[in-house]
């Protein structure tokens, strides 16, 4: 008999968030959160996502075993606003039994019902800045610390128990040594001249934080036309430049202002953590800190995470700026792999900027829907 609890208390919380860890024991390739940081980010009281969001939290437990946990979201802000009657489910994962999926997907359907909602769909989080989809290629790939990693068995439980493919994300990687340098230098020189473009590099976060808010409100331009988009809040964007601009190699966020010094383009990097936290094991002490730390300093991998150019700026090659900005920071720090985040399928402009680079599609991964 399968039994479906809701999370009740801080005890039981911890418990779904280290559910993983058991799950994927010995497992190579996935990536386990910092235990602390995963539990900060479902405390109504630290995460400002819940001024526009409302989340349960289930376990599946069979023998008094936990078998299974999924968190039913619905953002507000989608709903009421964007009229977009979406129930969410994130943070899934199960062993391999469909009757505890239809059991944790059923508990997801009833809030859906309950609040008037026309379909679920996930596995995605609280808005386009958290981890989504369900991996469905490339599991002999190790994951990042913003993706999902899962087991080949999830997408078949979804699609046994009637869900339907409704979002495809492609994640691709090239080699440092494809970007070529003085392509990207000429190509940099011209663009600048031409539109009265300036490029900003930083040693220092302190010089990026006065920036950080119109990148936002650049990022929103950027993305809003995309079928994902949700806007984020003000103190979303506070709690983002705490938690993260702050870990983040300065030198690896690049900036282009126009003459009055307005921001027309941006991208954020960061060195890949995978293997410093597969090292730290969820927690940050002992010697997890020191690993992430050195991963900062030295890791031959990067990540990027965010890019956006102004709609007025687009196909007017300003990428070219920032790829030149990078190709000098990467080859200072002898950077070897290039990795992206996931990319809706659809995403052409996107896919148009790596082209150049010879990528290879390593991983795909997909969300789900179900008409209620």
């Known amino acids: 008999m399968i039994e479906i609890k809701e999370i009740n208390t801080k005890k039981e919380m911890k418990q779904f968030v280290k559910f993983p860890f058991s799950l994927y024991k010995d497992n190579k ?22 001024e526009h969001a409302n989340a349960r939290f289930f376990i599946a437990l069979k023998n008094d075993e936990i078998v299974g946990r999924i968190a039913a979201i ?66 002999d790939h190790i994951g990042t610390m913003i993706t999902w990693y899962n087991h080949p068995y999830y997408a078949k439980h979804l699609e046994q128990l009637g869900l339907k493919k409704e979002k495809e994300y492609l994640e691709n990687k090239f ?21 009265g473009l300036r490029p900003l ?5 302190k010089k990026i934080m006065p920036y950080v808010d119109e990148m936002f409100d650049l990022f929103g ?34 900036f282009v202002v126009d003459k009055n010094e307005k921001l027309v383009a941006f991208a954020i990097v960061m060195p890949s953590f995978s293997n410093a936290l597969q090292k ?60 992206r985040t996931p990319e809706l399928e659809d995403n052409t402009a996107i896919h148009q900027i790596w082209k150049g680079f010879n990528p290879s599609i390593h991983k795909r991964r997909r969300t789900y829907k179900l008409d209620l």
């Open 221 to 254: 331009k950027t993305y809003s036309k995309l079928s994902t988009y949700v806007p984020i809040s003000d103190a979303q964007i506070k709690h983002f430049k705490e938690k993260y601009i702050s870990f983040i190699n300065p030198e690896y966020i690049k």
């Open 74 to 139: 619905i953002n507000t802000y989608e709903v009421e606003k964007q009229h977009i009657k979406k129930m969410r489910f994130g943070w899934f994962d199960v062993i391999d039994d469909v009757n505890v999926t239809k059991s944790l997907i059923e508990k997801v359907k009833e809030i859906g019902y309950q609040n008037n909602l026309e379909y679920i769909e996930g596995p995605v989080g609280f808005n386009n800045l958290d981890k989504t989809g369900v991996l469905i290629e490339g599991f």
């Open 280 to 339: 730290a094991k969820g927690k940050l002490f002992p010697f997890g800190l020191f690993h992430l730390l050195n991963a900062r300093r030295n890791s031959k991998d990067v990540t990027f995470y965010l890019i956006g150019v102004d709609p007025e700026y687009q196909n007017k090659g300003v990428i070219a700026i920032i790829f030149k900005q990078y190709a000098d920071t990467f080859a200072k720090r002898n950077i070897e792999n290039c990795i």
């Open 29 to 50: 390739y996935w990536v386990p959160p910092i235990i602390k940081d995963e539990l900060a980010n479902f405390d109504k009281d630290k995460n400002p996502v819940f």
């Open 175 to 195: 080699l440092f040594k494809n970007v070529d340098a003085v392509k990207y230098g000429k190509a940099s020189n011209l663009i600048q001249k031409r539109y």
């Open 201 to 205: 590099d930083f040693t220092s976060t």
